[in-house]
């Protein structure tokens, strides 16, 4: 099983995060983005959009860091996928379709690491256009959060799926302490070991 990864990419940390937990072996393949390897012919043949992360199991492949993770997970660590896997799927489509999304204008505009890396300024108004979005979503997983210390009362690829990007503007200056139960679960999945191991491939530290 190979990994094909990023420096810098929430993505591609999902899917370090997620394999790390299944505990899986897998060799990390790094692709040079700033050299764009991600488009060269032989990338492109294991994923067509030219994004990362991708994952090549002999003759298979497949990409989108959630699907990498629930693939490795029925084969190797089906307890990651809860005792109901709707509701795990439900979470990973919210963290994808709007949590993401938010996020990204966020620490593209505040984290000193992020900007250096992809050689970007941010955008003040489309940060703040993502704080207003977060201000309807993260509601939503505080009040998940309220009876247990996982999404899924046990952790799951749920969790996995917020770590990365909730890092990122974390580390840019965002303010989670008006939610408590959020704020907690965070630093819960930031002190995983396979968390700590999945910062320092990608970030470096």
Request: charge should be positive.
């Amino acid at each position: 099983m190979e990994l094909f990864y990023g420096k810098m990419s929430g993505n591609s940390s999902r899917a370090v995060f997620g394999l790390n937990e299944v505990g899986v072996k897998y060799e990390p393949r790094l692709v040079d983005t700033t050299k764009a390897e991600n488009k060269s012919a032989d990338y492109l043949a294991i994923n067509p959009m030219g994004k990362i992360p991708s994952l090549r199991d002999g003759a298979f492949s497949l990409w989108e860091s959630n699907a990498i993770n629930f693939y490795a997970a029925e084969k190797h660590a089906p307890k990651l996928l809860g005792t109901n896997r709707a509701p795990v799927l439900r979470w990973c489509f919210f963290q994808a379709a709007h949590v993401t999304p938010a996020c990204l204008p966020i620490f593209r505009n505040t984290n000193a690491r992020v900007k250096a890396f992809w050689k970007t300024e941010g955008d003040p108004a489309a940060a703040e256009a993502g704080r207003r979005e977060l201000s309807r979503y993260l509601p939503v997983l505080e009040a998940a959060l309220q009876k247990a210390d996982w999404l899924e009362g046990d952790f799951t690829l749920a969790d996995v799926a917020y770590a990365p990007h909730f890092y990122l503007i974390k580390e840019g200056g965002f303010d989670f302490s008006p939610y408590p139960k959020l704020s907690g679960w965070l630093d819960r999945l930031l002190a995983r070991p396979a968390w700590r191991a999945t910062r320092e491939r990608i970030v470096g530290v």
